[in-house]
């Protein structure tokens, strides 16, 4: 039986939200610790499933908030570098539907700077499934590296990518270029129906994901907010609601999504390898609890998803606060 931990590899980012009521000729703003990949190893922690992640931190101050808050809901930073170079910075500015916009402060910083000798088999250790992504996937000079470390853990442990698509800083023909290459490299393949629209606008979802089938990934989940969840498994599909919920803001609402995915199939002993054996049935419950998880996050503020206990009853729409 394959070890039932998950390591996650990405950035940890400092998330900074413009706060009203500064003095005249002042911004005010909240910092908190974000980052697609880091999200996405809290909530995993948070629900139950042991968790690796690999990260370069800074000695920074935003770093030791990350420490501090991948540590508290139980990550396992062992796999973490020590890193010199500064930490992602965020600002984020919401919507009126709590959607965020950000600009980012990403040039020199720690997170993509991963060298072939940091990225080893050793450093992801005894995992059943390696989950990447976001910036840490595209950004050099660490992305190839990142993609090389894929290959060579690829059969070995199930791997699953988000590419959490960031127009801003990322020309939109790379991700067009590479997302068949990742496909040839993962198993699990989970974005939003935004990133999908960026990638191949106007394309049918179903045409895409039928390409990316056959460049090799197993399982396609394509989140749509309040519309729920695409779940493709080798060209069959269906889809999943996603629960009714007061909508505070989605921050890390798709990260939490992939955690929710990941520990249910890894709860289900379905993790490890390349999921030949995985159906529709299996997937769609999946992506059900994930919607569950992805719609707590969007009950409260910002990225801090819900522990296990959090989580009532068996059946999608089961959310409950957190208590004062």
């Known amino acids: 039986m394959p070890s039932p931990q998950v390591a996650v590899l990405g950035e940890c980012v400092a998330d900074a ?7 005249a000729g002042e911004l005010a703003l909240r910092v908190l610790p974000g980052g697609g990949p880091a999200n996405t190893a809290v909530a995993l922690a ?4 042991p968790t690796r992640f690999l990260g370069r931190l800074s000695d920074d101050s935003f770093g030791a908030l990350f420490r501090g808050h991948l540590a508290a809901s139980g990550v396992d930073l062992t796999g973490c570098v020590a890193a010199t170079e500064p930490s992602t910075l965020a600002v984020a500015t919401l919507d009126e539907s709590g959607q965020a916009r950000y600009s980012f402060h990403a040039e020199g910083a720690a997170d993509w700077a991963w060298s072939p000798a940091e990225l080893t088999a050793e450093r992801v250790g005894e995992v059943s499934c390696l989950h990447t992504g976001s910036l840490a996937l595209v950004r050099p000079p660490g992305a190839e590296n990142v993609e090389d470390l894929l290959a060579a853990v690829a059969g070995r442990v199930t791997v699953s990518v988000d590419p959490n698509v960031r127009a801003g800083l ?4 790379l991700y067009r270029e590479r997302m068949p290459r990742w496909c040839a490299l993962a198993d699990i393949v989970k974005l939003s129906d935004d990133d999908l629209e960026q990638i191949h606008p106007g394309e049918p979802a179903g045409q895409v994901c039928d390409a990316w089938h056959a460049a090799g990934a197993r399982l396609i989940v394509v989140t749509r907010g309040p519309l729920g969840a695409l779940v ?3 060209g069959e599909r269906t889809t999943v609601p996603a629960p009714p919920v007061d909508v505070v803001d989605t921050v890390g609402a798709g990260d939490s999504f992939t955690a929710g995915l990941l520990h249910r199939l890894g709860t289900r002993g379905l993790l490890g390898g390349r999921l030949d054996a995985l159906d529709l ?7 059900a609890f994930a919607a569950r998880v992805a719609a707590f996050t969007c009950s409260v503020a910002g990225a801090n998803p819900p522990w296990a206990h959090d989580l009532t009853g068996d059946t999608a729409g089961g959310v409950s606060r957190p208590s004062a």
């Open 17 to 23: 939200f413009v706060t009203p009521g500064a003095p």
């Open 46 to 49: 948070r629900l139950g499933t």
């Open 170 to 173: 990322v020309p939109l023909g």
């Open 232 to 234: 493709s498994v080798g």
């Open 281 to 287: 049935a299996e997937a769609a419950e999946a992506a």
